[in-house]
């Protein structure tokens, strides 16, 4: 059995048949993570007597004909900055290693409902800090087309968890482009609803502004059903919006024929990697021959999207990060003669190299006599980019650019140079400072076997349409299912 090869809703379909068990799928996924893992670092902490525990509790269901969910029994990574009651939650950091949460978020509830078996969590930058997944305190994760690559981030565990069919389905969280870039990386979907579509309630916080919950899948459709179970109002969560929830499943097939596409120009810049240029362009040639109407937009704005999200991401992280002090939770460093040297030697134990950067740098930006010079100005230049897209969708209905402007790099290949690092999310990061739903699906590789992925973004709660034209160019494209062969270099 190669769970690589298997969507959610052909598992589904093979254990209503009586073709296959929960209790086998998910024995197989333990022993598939025993025996691929070792080499790519997805999962931080396993779950697999509750899961075995639960896969058996729905093989009695589906035996005894009760109606079940429409992920029942599918195997779910959730990424290691979500809680799960009684499981460790770490957000990829030394200075929650030993933290236990007594609560579980609403996504996970909500997938559990669905009939879905949460198998794990996954490794993920520290507090998804990062664009690679080599800042997590713990280990690197790796890219399992090419293990010397890294998968992207921050969500690159859950990323590499569908990719190496470890996971039939993954959550990970996008501040910045870290579901998207991941996605591309790894060759799977991943999806950033709109900013509030998805409840945040038990997602630990990065940036509360920009912070959004949202799958990994093979296919689009997968994607779409996973949305539809996890979106919705939560009274727990005070940015929850009370929008209703489309069919998104069964709109997925309406035609697109028509559909206006735009391409912005600032997107194609000189540091974009010739083959995924090439790639984009081809997606490009495929929407039109599927009847679309192509127009070239601009989003004049985007120069300054790097220098805005990293204002406004570092002084929400400063804040938040604040109640890491060795008090409340997590690990404390003893043995210091007062409060201030204990709130000091435990942080300094406890955060890494990144957290502490951009804590300082978002602290700074925040502090009197810089407030106004870069945190409110870059408040003023995030109207500006969402005023862009406002302007934008009065001409197209979707917009079309690369998920990012390289392939997968090497494992080290940045952490020496945090602002090249930082550029990787430059075609992602707008998408999370105006609020709006993207995806990357892929559309292709590079002549080294690499994923390349093609970015769709559409206006706030627009998700069914997305999913709509990103579902016809996976299909028309035969995107779908592509598993990896992984390569040492």
């Not at 090419?146 to 501040?175: E, F, K, M, Y």
């Not at 790639?279 to 679309?292: F, N």
Request: aromatic share 8%; net charge neutral.
């Amino acid at each position: 059995m190669n769970l690589k090869n298997l969507t959610a809703e052909k598992l589904v379909g093979l254990y209503k048949n009586g073709d296959l068990t929960a209790t086998e799928v998910i024995t197989n996924v333990y022993e598939e993570i025993e025996r691929s893992d070792k080499d790519i670092h997805a999962f931080l902490a396993l779950c697999q007597q509750r899961a075995i525990e639960e896969a058996r509790r729905m093989d009695a269901k589906i035996a005894a004909g009760d109606a079940v969910g429409p992920l029942a029994g599918v195997p779910v990574a959730i990424k290691d900055n979500m809680v799960i009651r009684d499981v460790p939650t770490t957000c990829g950091s030394r200075i929650l290693e030993n933290f236990v949460p007594p609560y579980t978020a609403t996504v996970v509830e909500r997938l559990r409902s669905a009939g879905a078996i949460v198998i794990g969590k996954t490794n993920c930058d520290e507090f998804a800090m990062g664009s690679s997944t080599e800042n997590s305190a713990f280990f690197p994760t790796r890219n399992p087309h090419n293990l010397q690559r890294v998968p992207g981030g921050s969500s690159g565990g859950s990323a590499a968890s569908v990719a190496s069919g470890t996971s039939v389905l993954a959550l990970g969280s996008d501040t910045g482009g870290s579901i998207r870039t991941p996605a591309s990386f790894c060759g799977v979907v991943g999806m950033k609803p709109t900013y509030g579509r998805v409840s945040r309630y038990g997602l630990v916080a990065f940036a509360s502004s920009l912070d959004q919950i949202g799958p990994f899948s093979k296919s689009v459709r997968e994607s779409a059903q996973v949305l539809e179970t996890i979106c919705g109002f939560d009274h727990f969560d005070s940015t929850s919006a009370d929008a209703s929830v489309d069919e998104f499943v069964k709109n997925l097939d309406q035609p697109i024929k028509d559909t206006r596409i735009g391409v912005p120009k600032e997107y194609f810049i000189g540091g974009l990697d010739r083959e995924v240029k090439a790639r984009i362009e081809a997606g490009i040639r495929l929407y039109e021959s599927l009847g679309c109407d192509i127009q070239e937009i601009s989003l004049p704005h985007t120069e300054y999207a790097i220098a805005t999200y990293y204002l406004i991401a570092t002084a929400e992280a400063s804040s938040n990060l604040a109640r890491y002090d060795g008090v409340r939770f997590g690990i404390r460093e003893s043995g210091n003669s007062s409060l201030q040297e204990m709130y000091r030697a435990t942080r300094h134990a406890g955060f890494g190299k990144e957290v502490k950067r951009r804590v300082l740098l978002g602290t700074y930006a925040l502090s009197a006599g810089y407030y106004d010079a870069y945190y409110l100005k870059a408040l003023k230049v995030r109207t500006l980019i969402l005023r862009d897209f406002q302007k934008a969708f009065e001409q197209v209905d979707v917009i079309l650019t690369p998920t990012s402007p390289t392939v997968a790099f090497k494992i080290g290949e940045k952490t020496d140079d945090p602002l090249s690092m930082y550029l990787s999310d430059i075609f992602t990061i707008t998408c999370n400072l105006a609020g709006l739903p993207g995806i990357s699906v892929p559309c292709g590789k590079n002549s080294e076997g690499l994923p390349i992925g093609l970015q769709l973004m559409a206006n706030h709660f627009q998700e069914a349409l997305l999913l709509r034209v990103a579902h016809h160019f996976e299909k028309a494209g035969g995107f779908t299912l592509t598993p990896p062969t992984p390569q040492l270099a």
